[in-house]
């Protein structure tokens, strides 16, 4: 890869809004990516520790992101849904491990940061796009707690978690769709598969503002 086809990959790097879930992950990637998870660095201090829910398309892992989109990632005040954690083939839900009695939330993000760092970097060199969602209610009804840890426990097949495992950052990854709409129009309409209508933001094309950092450099 040459300097310019870099910057232009990263300089053009986006937090896309919506997969097409017919393309999906490569073997070969999703394998690279387990590696880069398992041999990122990390300090030994265990409240520093964290766990994935890795989830594709099976039919329990959609039916986990449908909830966690429904109920939980879910911004109360623009009324919006992250439907890129439903969309994407590839997801990475980021949870506390519950074989710590403690967290340490600064030492805790630091890690997560340094390896989604590290999995956006493989993911972008692939060709592929790589999206960060974290967005949620302010309070998730205990209703729905109780089914998303029915769904985890079913998902691996055994009672794992006596404890419920809050979801932290998601990691999504896949080809993004790629859309022209105006800024009034961003508000789209999504339907889940019980017949509920959610609404989510829709990447906009054109805008290429959105999610520019300021300056780093001194």
Same mark, same amino acid.
């Given at each position: 890869?040459?300097?310019?086809? $870099?910057?232009? =990959?990263?300089?053009?790097?986006?937090? +896309?809004?919506? $997969?097409?879930?017919?393309? =999906?992950?490569?073997?070969?990637?999703?394998?690279?990516?387990?590696?880069?998870?398992?041999?990122?660095?990390?300090?030994?201090?265990?409240?520093?520790? $964290?766990?994935?829910?890795?989830?594709?398309?099976?039919?329990?892992?959609?039916?986990?992101?449908?909830?966690?989109? %429904?109920? $939980?990632?879910?911004?109360? @005040?623009?009324?919006?849904?992250?439907?890129?954690?439903?969309?994407?083939?590839?997801?990475?839900?980021?949870?506390?491990?519950?074989?710590?009695?403690?967290?340490?939330?600064?030492?805790?993000?630091?890690?997560?940061?340094?390896?989604?760092?590290?999995? =956006?970097?493989?993911?972008?060199?692939?060709?592929?796009?790589?999206?960060?969602?974290?967005?949620?209610?302010?309070?998730?009804?205990?209703?729905?707690?109780?089914? +998303?840890?029915?769904?985890?426990?079913? %998902?691996?097949?055994?009672?794992?978690?006596?404890?419920?495992?809050?979801?932290?950052? @998601?990691?999504?990854?896949? %080809?993004?769709?790629?859309?022209?709409?105006?800024?009034?129009?961003?508000?789209?309409?999504?339907?889940?598969?019980?017949?509920? &209508?959610?609404?989510?933001?829709? &990447?906009?094309?054109?805008?290429?503002?959105?999610?520019?950092?300021?300056?780093?450099? =001194?």
């Amino acid at each position: 890869m040459t300097t310019d086809n $870099f910057l232009d =990959l990263w300089s053009n790097r986006r937090n +896309y809004k919506r $997969f097409d879930p017919a393309q =999906l992950v490569s073997s070969d990637l999703e394998t690279r990516l387990d590696c880069v998870w398992d041999s990122v660095p990390m300090q030994s201090q265990p409240d520093a520790y $964290f766990k994935i829910l890795k989830l594709g398309t099976s039919d329990i892992d959609m039916r986990i992101r449908e909830h966690l989109v %429904k109920t $939980f990632y879910y911004n109360e @005040t623009t009324e919006m849904h992250e439907v890129g954690i439903l969309t994407a083939p590839l997801t990475y839900v980021i949870m506390d491990d519950p074989d710590q009695n403690s967290q340490n939330p600064k030492s805790q993000s630091f890690h997560i940061g340094l390896h989604a760092g590290a999995v =956006l970097a493989e993911t972008l060199r692939y060709g592929y796009d790589c999206s960060f969602f974290e967005c949620s209610v302010d309070e998730w009804k205990d209703e729905h707690k109780k089914q +998303y840890h029915d769904l985890l426990n079913e %998902k691996l097949g055994r009672v794992v978690y006596t404890e419920l495992q809050y979801p932290k950052t @998601t990691i999504n990854i896949g %080809k993004h769709v790629d859309v022209w709409c105006d800024e009034g129009d961003s508000k789209q309409p999504w339907e889940l598969s019980d017949g509920t &209508t959610i609404l989510y933001e829709e &990447t906009r094309t054109a805008d290429n503002n959105v999610n520019k950092k300021h300056n780093l450099f =001194l």
